[in-house]
């Protein structure tokens, strides 16, 4: 760096520390103060009751908005367990999604997952908008810090699904307890 003064260089990292102190300083004693944090919070699960409700239950004749006024709403994450995934699963009530790389998912995923990579998520539109209303589309991947998953979800959020969680625990857990499903789904989209 001899194009840099040493004397131009010095006063910049001077001031950059005199910058970063008084940032410190300032966050230290505001009412309002950003909370650093060095691990990851523990994840907070939706109640099984928010995944038990049944979506046909309000459903007033000629009313098909019952379908989509469901947990979403708030426009918050919902985030189910592993145990929540497999009640879903079992009650046929959930839609898995493989957020992550093809690559990724071949080498494993979910039994019954569809692949569903959100980085290329405009390319599946017409997928999509066929997936049902009234079962809950769970999105995942590896687990954290992954948050492929999330993206996914806001994606699917922001469609004006209502019935969308997150598996954040993700393939990592689910492989500890239970298999995993190798290659391709026979019901796998096709772009």
Known sequence: MKWIPKSALRQGIAITA??????????????????FSFT???????????????????????????LTMA????????????????????????VLLDARTRAEYTAGHLPGARH?????????ENQITAFPKDKWLVCYCDGPPCD????????????????????????????KRYPIVKGKEAGDFEK
């Open 148 to 175: 492929l998953g999330e993206l996914l979800a806001y994606e699917l959020m922001l469609r004006e699904f209502n019935r969308v969680a997150v598996y954040q625990d993700g393939l990592n857990d689910w492989k």
């Open 71 to 94: 947990p979403n709403q708030s426009g918050e994450l919902i985030v189910i367990s592993t145990k929540q995934v497999r009640q879903l699963v079992s009650r046929g009530q959930a």
């Open 40 to 66: 990851r919070p523990s994840l907070e699960y939706a109640p099984d009751s928010l995944l038990t409700e049944d979506p046909l239950s309000d459903n007033i004749a000629g009313q098909s908005d019952s």
């Open 18 to 35: 005199i910058a970063a102190i008084i940032g410190l300083a300032v966050n230290a004693f505001h009412p309002r103060n950003v909370q």
């Open 116 to 124: 569903l990579p959100v980085e290329f998520v405009y390319e599946y």
